[in-house]
């Protein structure tokens, strides 16, 4: 199973922006360093940005190329590179959809929050299969942060 | 003519881990059909079942969408940059 590090504060302010967007679901950047050769993925920092969705925003969200390019200028800028995204799911587990996986990208994690009646029940972390036909979970590891920077330096 | 397309990271483990290709091609068609055949597990990722590119997969010529040019049939001239970028979406239920 991979893993995902991210720091509790970062896991807090992505439930932070899920509560604040209730019932629309709320998205963002992952921005780290990639896992290679059986290493966890490290998030460095989020990059919160708004629901791109004219409709259907409780249970759809949307983030246009021209956002992502302008994270991806941002992560490079700071010798980091986006390693998966985030969204939530009101009133829903954190388990991605069908729509999710049709829209999925291989080799990123996606970290879904579920939020019930505009409270945090939990977050889990999600990767593609490279056939496109699953979603595997990977383990969300919040205490190893500081060993996997040092490992990284 | 060839041109050089950026493929984005999560993309790159189907292309050898090369970041640039450089591709064959007059159209942006014909520059992404290049770069498929040479480098084919990137197909499924790029074109739906019906072979059209998905929705959420947009190529730019240097700062533009082709969606917004002539798509498939937009010209290339020597010095081009295209650079596949992609839209994230997803959603409960």
């Known amino acids: 199973m991979s893993r995902l590090v991210i720091s509790p504060r970062h896991l807090q302010t992505i439930g932070h922006h899920g509560v604040t967007t209730y019932p629309e679901e709320c998205c963002g950047v992952l921005i780290g360093r990639a896992g290679a ?14 629901n791109e969705r004219d409709d259907s925003r409780h249970n759809r969200y949307v983030i246009s ?4 390019l302008a994270a991806q200028r941002e992560a490079r800028a700071a010798g980091l590179e986006i390693v998966g995204y985030y969204h939530s799911h009101p009133d829903h587990p ?7 996986r049709e829209h999925a990208w291989p080799g990123l994690s996606y970290l879904i929050v579920a939020v019930e009646r505009g409270r945090v029940v939990d ?15 990977e383990a969300i590891d919040q205490a190893q942060l500081a060993t996997a920077r040092k490992e990284a330096v | 003519m060839s041109v050089i397309i ?9 292309t050898g881990e090369q970041g640039e290709i450089e591709v064959q091609g007059q159209t942006v068609g014909d520059a992404l059909r290049d770069l498929t055949h040479r480098h084919p597990a990137l197909e499924r990722h790029l074109y739906n079942e019906q072979g059209a590119l998905r929705s959420f997969v947009n190529v730019f010529l240097n700062d533009e969408d082709v969606r917004h040019l002539g798509r498939d049939a937009t010209p290339l001239k020597v010095g081009d940059t295209l650079s596949i970028i992609p839209s994230i979406a997803g959603g409960a239920r």
């Open chain 1, 37 to 50: 050769d059986g290493e966890p993925t490290v998030v460095e920092r989020l990059l919160a940005v708004g």
């Open chain 2, 6 to 14: 950026h493929i984005p990271t999560p993309l790159r483990r189907f």
């Open chain 1, 65 to 68: 190329p021209e956002t992502v």
């Open chain 1, 94 to 100: 954190s388990r991605p959809s069908d729509f999710d």
């Open chain 1, 123 to 137: 977050a889990r972390s999600w990767r593609l299969s490279d056939d496109r036909e699953r979603f595997d979970e």
